[in-house]
């Protein structure tokens, strides 16, 4: 990267947390990571990160929630056998506090290898530690995972708070139904040749009027905690916070090795083409700042028709101080999305009902597309509690014929 495009990427990262109040105007949609990289999806799909979340708790605003989604497309009939944490994975939450490009604390969490029944949770291990000003494990507790099962009715998420020297930390880790909405064969018809997604259609925004959501009627895996914002530290003034959401686990022979990650919505499923996805996998935020992949995040936008001004705002949000999913802790939050208190709304962090892909589909345009994909609101609907994720999609009883699958 040039010295005069680093220059302009940084300074655009300001104008991108100026703008959230115009981005939080544009029609609504979702993002995701699904799927992203060949070797995620082939070799190791429990280490394939799906979604990032990170908001205030709408509740409680001094409380900060973060979670991950993992392993989409479970079907209702297969929740026993693929809701299961892979016991040889780390799922780690990298939070940077300082304003730079590398995290400041770290989440792990580890599953029990024993899995003595269909019904029988595992048990989740969370360490918490520091890296700076030297490295110190802050806390480490154990807690049940919430079992799936086969009946009509969606299990009750299983809710662990534990004491910590920072006060309560809450932990959720099970099977929801996935929130994300998006119109994948759509999307592809629409880009076209331009991302070799499908050579035989040109670049058609009416394909993205299907009305179709591609994840609808399937469930994936979510880790979420939630936490008094004291865990974070001393945060010296600077109240925007960011999460990478990782998977680490054995590559080629050598343990912890990052697979996978997730910060902002669609950076690597759209903006990375196809022969470097598994290299941004386990690339870091440090990789992102220093320019490694700036100039593919550029061709790309370039070959979709994005004019200068979308390229600087979405190659910020990507390569300026790394891709992490980044929200402001001084601006409230009273809901989980789906229009309510826009201040809050993506890029301001992510909440579960917040949809990124129409305001990103809408900058990638140059503001031509603002009806987004029109899959229409996801079809389980929230919970207002913490974990917040909506309950799962069950076996149907005998005479049901619609799985609401939509491909």
């Known amino acids: 990267m040039s010295a005069c495009t680093n220059r302009l990427l940084k300074s655009t990262l300001a104008a991108v947390m100026a703008g959230i109040t115009f981005l939080a105007g544009l029609p609504p949609t979702m993002a995701a990571d699904h799927g992203d990289g060949p070797f995620v999806s082939g070799s190791v799909p429990n280490a394939d990160t799906g979604d990032a979340f990170l908001f205030l708790d709408p509740n409680d605003n001094t409380r900060l929630v973060i979670a991950m989604t993992l392993q989409g497309f479970i079907p209702a009939g297969e929740a026993v056998n693929f809701s299961v944490f892979d016991p040889l994975l780390t799922y780690r939450f990298e939070l940077e506090t300082t304003g730079d490009a590398r995290p400041d604390r770290f989440i792990d969490v580890t599953f029990s290898r024993k899995v003595t029944s269909g019904v029988t949770p595992q048990t989740a291990t969370i360490t918490i530690r520091r890296e700076r000003p030297k490295v110190r494990r802050l806390a480490r507790f154990r807690a049940p995972t919430t079992p799936s099962n086969l009946s009509a009715t969606s299990p009750a998420p299983v809710v662990t708070p534990v004491t910590t020297r920072f006060g309560v930390v809450d932990f959720f880790a ?234």
Do not use: C, W
Request: proline content about 9%; hydrophobic content about 35%; overall charge negative.
């Open 174 to 407: 099970g099977e929801v139904d996935d929130t994300f909405t998006f119109d994948i064969p759509g999307f592809a018809r629409f880009v076209g040749p331009a991302l070799d997604t499908d050579p035989n259609t040109n670049p058609n925004p009416a394909m993205l009027q299907r009305g179709r959501d591609t994840f609808a009627g399937y469930n994936n895996l979510a880790i979420a905690l939630r936490f008094p914002l004291s865990l974070l530290g001393n945060l010296r003034g600077n109240n925007i916070v960011g999460l990478n959401a990782t998977t680490r686990g054995f590559l080629r022979g050598r343990p912890d090795r990052q697979l996978d990650r997730s910060g902002n919505p669609a950076v690597n499923v759209a903006l990375i083409p196809f022969p470097r996805k598994d290299e941004h996998n386990r690339a870091t935020t440090e990789d992102d700042a220093n320019g490694r992949f700036t100039n593919s995040i550029v061709a790309t936008l370039t070959a979709l028709g994005t004019l200068q001004p979308g390229i600087d705002l979405l190659a910020s949000l990507a390569v300026t101080n790394g891709d992490f999913l980044r929200v402001n802790l001084g601006i409230p939050n009273t809901g989980l999305g789906g229009g309510d208190n826009a201040g809050a709304a993506f890029p301001n962090g992510r909440r579960l009902g917040d949809d990124v892909i129409d305001t990103i589909l809408n900058v990638v345009s140059n503001g031509g597309i603002t009806t987004g994909t029109s899959t229409g609101p996801n079809e389980q609907p929230l919970r207002d509690v913490f974990p917040f994720f909506p309950p799962t999609h069950q076996p149907f009883v005998p005479g049901t014929l619609d799985d609401r699958t939509r491909n």
